[in-house]
């Protein structure tokens, strides 16, 4: 059997033709990674070398397609060195997916880098780690990032290698674990409306020392390179209330019925009475009197010019949601509460303006309850006449509230679609396309812009993340619907506890990234004060991370949780009003057990957070204490 090789650079590639395994191997560290066997239908023909390429077609039975590829060695691009590039393409048409490149091969104590959200550090060989074995590298739900990622800690020096993907717009990323038990992740390729396309491209980043942050900095390197690093100082200079988003909390304050008018059969929809305003507005002013200086006023009700004006002149950022992706059909009109029929302005874009799939039919989007109990599918806008829709919306609104930002759910959140209908036909990357478009028409008007979860093709696009920090895999269930639940004790999901929560498991990879570019915050229904015994967790990560606390709850419990909600701002806010123009420069362990974390900024701050109960002695003998439930000793250190 012949191994096809190319050496070059300092690096060494390579392809088995029998079992369709890629190798890569830094030359001077001697560190390498070696895929698995490709699938048993896939079988590799024609391989040669040409042009320090090694050239290959790969055919598959099951799809019946053939595929051109190429594997060769590139310089370098800025802030890299060089790496390995895998060029798939092919003129055929297929469905399901194609499945190459194969899995590399993990070794037991190799550790996983999934950007989840802000980022997991899953040990391969942890029989406790869990998570969705197929995610969509489309949506920001699923993976933030178009990477995933592999640290091996060759003496300790953790060596590593990313797999980053040019276009994720028809990928998805499968994590499954071996017959030993170990996690192994691969990509599969989605047709584009039935043909392979464009081509497919493969980056392979290695590194022989550096760990978390050699990896994120070479793909921070290679996105900037594309274009996609655009930092929140270039975009304040188009939206200047950009300075007023930065440490500053985001808080939703909802009136005691809100949830219920929105999901009860029974619930009436009744104007907001003078009283309710009033009363939002002391609130605020009591937040500001209390030290609460940087506040991101979040609004879902229709409120008055008034109330707004009055925040506004707190010198809070106000902004007010919106939604360019669900409509209610009009045959189930008659089952939503009054509430859902007023805030559902799309109405009037059904059937027309609809996401229609290959045979014709509706896609669904949320589902909402109807007045007779029942759950029921809204559909799926298509992204092309939203465009036209926030067009014809936002200056009106703009002009009659006086909000500095908008946040415009589900856009990053939700994955990619592809529409047939004749009138407003799109593949998954026109879908990208103009769900960009919509985010920039909102800075374009001079709005700070925010938008549900996040994927990084649209940093330029927008200026803050509700979700970035609560990757929906781990949060209460049905979170969307319960935005001001409260668990304590026995109540407050495993998930949360073992994942969300757990220090061990959790990374910020997307900081070490984008921590300059976007604003991240934890999700409405998975708050700060979600899981009140908690709280302290989310503000050592708070300040950790670099990233403002997020407060979602109803009036009534402003009274019940008002000192532990301005005690956390004033933990967590600090950070993240200091850093929020700066990259994050690094993170690292500072004990075996993982639980004592730290970051630095390019400001020159540094950050320690002992996750630990039991104080830790740092080499220099500065103490950092520990924390527990109750008393928050704050381990939040600027080092010289």
Known sequence: MHIYEIEKYGLLISLNPETGALAIKD??????????????????ANANVFDDKICFDITCSDINICVNASFEIQRRIQGCGPYAE??????????GSFLYPPSFDAKSGDIGLFPLGEGFAFPVDDPDVEIRPVRNMFSGSDNSMNFWGILRRIKENEGWIVCAVENGNDAQVLTQRGEDGLLRTSISWLPQKGEFGYRRIIRFFIGDKGGITAACKAYRNYRKDRGYVVTL??????????YKLIGAADVWLWNNDAMYRLYNKDAKDESRPKELLELRCSIAAEMKAKGMEKVLWSEFEDVNKDTISYINNLGFLTTCYDNFKDVIPKPIEHLMTPTRRKRCRRIKNWPDDIITDENGYYVNAWMIMGVDGNMYHQHALCDIPAVKCIMEDLPEIMKKKGYSGRFLDVVLATALSECYHPMHSMTRSDSMYYRKVLLKYVN???????????????????????????PPYYRAYDSGRRMTTLYYGDDVPEKIKKFMLNPKYRVPLWELVYHDCIVSYWYWGDSSMSCPEYAHVRDLFNSLYGTPPLYSFDISTWEILKDQIVDSYKRASYVAQKTGYYEMLSFEYLSEDKLVQKTVFADGTAVIANFGEEAFTLDDGTVVPGMDKVVINVPVNELG
């Open 233 to 242: 100082k270039e975009k304040a200079k188009k939206v200047p209330n950009i």
């Open 86 to 95: 895998l060029i798939l393409s092919s003129e055929e048409k297929f469905n």
């Open 27 to 44: 030359v001077k560290s001697g560190l390498h990674f070696t895929q698995n066997n490709m699938n048993q239908n896939y079988r590799i």
């Open 444 to 470: 374009d008007a001079g709005l700070v812009c925010g938008t549900e979860m996040g994927h990084e093709d649209a940093v330029p696009d927008f200026n803050y993340s509700e979700g970035i920090m609560s």
